[in-house]
């Protein structure tokens, strides 16, 4: 499935995932049946610096005896995490629903990423000022709750004792854009969340967004327009859109260098391999271990598991039609609290964290926790896999290949098209969208618009952990278009599961921040280096398949590879893309994959 596609499936999900995890939280209370009685304050108004309040729920054991307080702060109103609040409480701990400004009860106005920094140290040391309060507060949340943790941090808040970032999105990373191009679900999103209620049941409706998605795909109406064929003008869209890149508006949101040199209390980072923000997660942990002290590092602990974004609150054995084994399982209401224990109670540090990595690695004869010091002590080889072919790699019964022996001097290159103007693909993204498998099936009805490259069969089950590096030798007639990479195990029985993909707009192909148009038929150097980290065993007798193409979908902002305005072209603007693709000895096109052995 292409990034664009799982994107899209995560939609129903991504920053909505509160209502599952809550759902699945009551089952786990129930299961447990805590003993203690738990107190409850509605309509708390917590002041902030510039008189607006926020509003908070707060759950408490009963009694007057002095606790750590978590809170989660959160756009989808406090009573969504109703379930996971009440297990905290039963436990021993005070747990504050707060609801960000704009939303819910709370007073200001809603600007997504931007006030919650400043908003989050107030609510800290407030929280820490209360009579039920011992002192020590902490944080629970994933996606924008998890960014929520990450921009508080920043502020640094003296009570603010450790934080539990899940699925932390991003800004300019992750969401609302990837590689400067931007999502269809945007204004999904932004839909859900404007005004100060839920509108849940029109976030869910999938026919009605993918009416609207289609309607400005196939009239060719500019990206910009979509919040109006949706219905609702936004404000808040038509900002971001001013901001194409990672530029100083979204800097503002998150920790800078000295920020992250700065940040020393416990940390504890939990993704997954198919989280739709794990790139917004990994790029806050990697910056944190970039910049951070030696003792910060140490006390910095990371997750990742199998799952997708709401699996990341409460884990599922299957995603999209790939199972696991019931060790993916985990408890994360207990791996919380045996967290919040260890640090905020001077517990016992939790079993499971048996080193500052943990790892799941899915597959036959796996199925499996592996732990690592860190990510770069994971993998022990790399192998670098080069493209080859006879000039004809178009689809899957005519691939090329990806060899370990280097290429011959001179081999033919390999070329397709990228029409703009042809809307065919979209009848494959319904299709993908109603049955949600993570398979190959657009690849299998490639018709000369991608390339496909397989190895040969694994001689042997071999574990890949890690990030793929993809190098392509690439000109264009074109001054811009859009590139996707995605890479599949496929398996004996030729079934197929999707493990990472990568996409690039050629225009910021040596800079995310700064554009240089492509002059055409120039051959210049495409490096792939955000994949999604995954792991998985692959088995004997299964072969990597790589498909690159250029996305062509409802779900993504439309490349008219004229140069201009993404956002603003039309059919007018479109060009037809003919992309050549080398892989000789001068441009040795490559697929580098980390190995564990």
Avoid at 402 to 423: C, G, I, M
């Amino acid at each position: 499935m292409s990034l664009s596609r799982r994107h899209a499936l995560a939609a129903v999900v991504v920053l909505l995932c509160s209502f599952a995890v809550a759902a699945r939280a009551e089952q786990v209370a129930a299961e447990q049946k805590p003993p203690a009685e738990i107190d409850l304050v509605w309509g708390v108004q917590i002041p902030v610096r510039d008189g607006v309040k926020l509003n908070a729920t707060i759950y408490k054991p009963k009694g007057d005896e002095r606790h750590p307080v978590v809170f989660t702060f959160t756009p989808y109103i406090g009573d969504t995490y109703h379930e996971r609040a009440s297990y905290f409480a039963h436990n021993g701990y005070v747990f504050a629903l707060v609801d960000v400004r704009g939303r819910g009860n709370s007073g200001g106005r809603f600007e997504p990423f931007v006030n919650e920094g400043r908003d989050g140290y107030d609510v800290v040391e407030w929280l820490a000022a209360q009579s039920w309060s011992d002192g020590k507060v902490t944080m629970w949340g994933g996606s924008y709750a998890g960014f929520d943790q990450w921009t508080t941090l920043k502020e640094f808040p003296p009570h603010l004792a450790t934080v539990v970032p899940v699925a932390a999105v991003y800004p300019a990373v992750d969401f609302p854009f990837f590689h400067n191009v931007f999502f269809s679900y945007d204004i999904q999103w932004l839909t859900y969340t404007s005004g100060v209620t839920p509108n849940v049941n029109l976030f869910g409706a999938s026919p009605f967004w993918t009416e609207k998605f289609l309607a400005r795909y196939t009239q060719n109406r500019p990206y910009r327009e979509l919040d109006q064929i949706v219905g609702n003008g936004s404000t808040q869209f038509q900002t971001w859109l001013k901001h194409p890149t990672p530029d100083e508006y979204w800097d503002a949101m998150t920790p800078t260098t000295e920020d992250y040199k700065r940040i020393d209390l416990p940390i504890l980072t939990i993704t997954g391999d198919y989280d739709a923000d794990q790139r917004g997660a990994l790029e806050y942990y990697r910056r944190h271990m970039r910049y951070g002290s030696e003792h910060a590092r140490q006390q910095h602990y990371l997750v990742i598991g199998p799952w997708d974004h709401a699996g990341t609150r409460t884990p599922r054995a299957e995603v999209a039609g790939v199972k696991f084994g019931p060790a993916s399982l985990l408890d994360m209401n207990k791996l919380h609290r045996d967290w919040y224990d260890w640090t905020l109670k001077g517990g016992a540090k939790p079993e499971f964290l048996k080193n500052r990595v943990a790892y799941y690695v899915p597959g036959p004869g796996a199925e499996k926790w592996k732990y690592a010091d860190s990510l770069d002590a994971i993998s022990n080889a790399r192998r670098t896999l080069y493209l080859d072919s006879d000039g004809q790699a178009n689809d899957v019964f005519h691939s090329g290949l990806l060899r370990d022996e280097q290429p011959k001097a001179s081999e033919p290159p390999d070329k397709y098209t990228y029409d703009p103007l042809d809307t065919r693909p979209a009848e494959l993204e319904r299709e993908d969208y109603e049955d949600g498998n993570l398979d190959q099936r657009d690849v299998l009805k490639m018709n000369g618009d991608g390339l496909v490259y397989h190895t040969a069969p694994f001689a042997e089950d071999t574990e890949i952990t890690g990030w793929l590096k993809f190098v392509a030798w690439i000109a264009l007639d074109v001054p811009d278009t859009d590139l996707q990479v995605r890479v599949f195990e496929i398996r004996p029985d030729g079934t197929s599961i999707s493990l990472t993909d990568d996409l690039m707009r050629a225009r910021y192909r040596d800079s995310p921040r700064q554009a240089q148009l492509v002059k055409p038929g120039e051959i210049n150097r495409y490096e792939f280096d955000t994949f999604q980290f995954f792991s998985r065993r692959v088995q004997k007798g299964s072969r990597l398949r790589l498909v690159i193409n250029s996305p062509n979908s409802i779900y993504v902002e439309k490349n008219y590879n004229s140069g201009g305005d993404v956002a603003g072209e039309t059919a007018k603007d479109a060009r037809t893309a003919h992309v050549t693709l080398y892989h000789d000895a001068e441009h040795p096109s490559s697929l580098e994959i980390p190995v564990v052995k």
